[in-house]
């Protein structure tokens, strides 16, 4: 494989892991995902610098939330042999575990909104790879406001 589709992978890889670890509520896992000095700016939020404010911000949502981020069409640009640039459709849906569960799942709640993540990379000296900067935006919603 050569050097530019390792890293859009392993880029991808990490964007994948992110989401996944949000839905398990593993915030620390999360965090660590991104660069000691990682930036995200969440819609309609203010910017979350370092890893410690990434997780307080994630702890301070009721533990009975529910998310799922389905990720389609990543593309990553790759920038060099240590930084990338990636851009991910994110439909977000929420829930609440207090809501019984039936044959379909629990029903969703709130608005479900289709969005996307502006995700700047860099491989770390421990040669993996980590989101630097993650820009996640709101761009069309359903239901709720």
């Known amino acids: 494989m050569n050097e530019e589709r390792s890293i859009d992978v392993a880029c991808r890889d990490t964007i994948a892991r992110a989401a996944r670890l949000v839905d398990l509520q593993d915030y620390e896992g999360f965090a660590a995902l991104f660069t000691e000095d990682g930036v995200l700016q969440r819609p309609g939020g203010e910017p979350l610098h370092g890893r410690a404010a990434m997780v307080a911000a994630y702890r301070a949502r009721p533990a009975t939330r529910i998310t799922r981020h389905l990720l389609a069409g ?16 994110v439909l ?9 569960p039936g044959p379909n799942g629990r029903p969703a709640r709130g ?15 421990d040669g993996r790879w980590r989101i630097a900067h993650r820009v996640a935006r709101f761009v069309l919603h359903a239901g709720g406001t």
């Open 111 to 125: 608005a479900q909104v289709a969005g996307e993540f502006e995700d700047r990379l860099r491989r770390c000296d």
């Open 74 to 89: 990543t593309v990553v640009d790759v920038l060099s042999a240590d930084e990338a640039l990636a851009h991910s459709a």
């Open 92 to 100: 977000l849906w929420v829930g609440d575990q207090a809501d019984e």
